[in-house]
């Protein structure tokens, strides 16, 4: 999950509105939901209603770009209600009720767009997606990393950045991993490592890099090929010896939470380091039903932020030590949450759950 914070500026409308069809009606639900979210539901005193299959509904992924070329890969939720799918496909965009698609063009330095129906010009796969304390927009397209002021079609900065494995917001730029070791960039390019993050410059890393989103820059965790380790107040320490899948901090517990070899643990961070340290966070058995453990994130519907697992089987919403397990046909690719409204996307197009407060 990204920052959540105000952008500078608004992006700009893009081509003209498709053609009235049932795919227009699904957009436009789907972009009253997100401008509903924010507004308190009756219906959703509780978080039962995540547990509720008639609350979710799928958006096929035919809707906002070519089944057959999409690959989905990354989901972002701005602070500006924008929703972004990136993948195979380059970026779609919904925004006041419309998809839009956009491919990045080398050659003019900036995304060009298109309507879901209409061909782009082939494009790199968007892999990562981003938004920064400023409001700014960051993404990985093929081996580019582009930053974005304004209209997504605006002309954007890029830099190369091959073998990109995460990206996070950082102060007010980004950190990336790369098969080629971290990375650091701000609105001017390419900068230099805090002299204590040096060692991971050189070192593979095939995780994602993890901050806090209300505190980006202050923490900083990395997973590497042997486990993982973490960067607080300008040192950097091991925390974890063993391979490691997914990794997560729960600011308000000051805890670290982990998946290692399908196990989800939990660490206070003054003791990780053995394995010793680590706790079960949840009743294995509570997780079993999903199957292999994938990921982590954390969401917040509009009870504070919690965390989430994602597994080959469906999700695991995670609240006082205990899992509460949705299962879905695909496994999630990635999760974003706004007030009483979840986004969940996997290779079949995007989960939506909601409390009923949208129309069918």
């Known amino acids: 999950m990204s920052a959540w914070s105000a952008p500078t500026a608004r992006n700009s409308a893009g081509p003209r509105a498709p053609a009235f069809s049932a795919r227009l009606v699904w957009a436009c639900r789907l972009g009253l939901l997100l401008l509903l979210a924010a507004a308190p539901a009756e219906a959703a005193d509780s978080d039962s209603w995540l547990n509720d299959s008639a609350n979710w509904r799928l958006v096929p992924i035919g809707d906002f770009s070519p089944a057959e070329a999409a690959s989905p890969r990354c989901l972002l939720l701005r602070a500006n209600g924008d929703l972004l799918v990136g993948g195979g496909e380059g970026l779609a965009v919904l925004r006041q009720g419309r ?4 491919g990045f063009d080398p050659a003019l330095g900036r995304l060009v767009g298109a309507e879901p129906g209409e061909a782009l010009a082939p494009t790199p ?4 997606l981003t938004e920064d ?4 927009l960051w993404l990985v397209a093929g081996e580019a990393l582009l930053r974005l002021v304004g209209p997504y079609d605006a002309q954007a900065q890029s830099w190369p950045l091959p073998g990109a494995t995460g990206l996070a917001a950082f102060r007010s730029g980004v950190l990336a991993t ?6 650091r960039f701000g609105r001017g390019g390419a900068e230099p490592l ?4 040096e060692p991971l410059a050189a070192s593979p890393l095939p995780g994602l890099v993890v901050t806090p989103p209300a505190d980006p820059g202050r923490l900083v965790l990395a997973i590497t090929e042997t486990g993982l380790v973490g960067w607080r107040l300008g040192v950097l320490r091991p925390l974890f010896a063993q391979p490691v899948a997914a990794a997560l901090w729960q600011a308000a517990e000051s805890d670290l939470m982990i998946v290692a070899g399908d196990r989800l643990l939990a660490a206070h961070w003054r003791s990780p380091g053995p394995r010793k340290w680590f706790r079960e966070a949840v009743p294995e058995a509570e997780l079993r039903p999903l199957g292999h453990l994938r990921g982590l994130t954390t969401m917040d519907v509009g009870d504070g932020p919690r965390p989430v697992v994602l597994a080959e089987r469906g999700l695991a919403f995670l609240r006082d030590g205990h899992a509460q397990v949705h299962l879905l046909p695909d496994p999630p690719l990635a999760v974003a949450a706004r007030r009483y409204a979840v986004f969940v996307l996997t290779a079949a197009g995007l989960w939506v759950a909601e409390p009923g407060m949208v129309p069918r």
């Open 99 to 102: 998809w839009l698609r956009y």
């Open 125 to 128: 796969p968007v892999t990562h």
């Open 133 to 136: 304390a400023g409001g700014n």
């Open 178 to 183: 790369t098969r080629h070791g971290l990375r």
């Open 194 to 197: 805090a002299p204590s993050l």
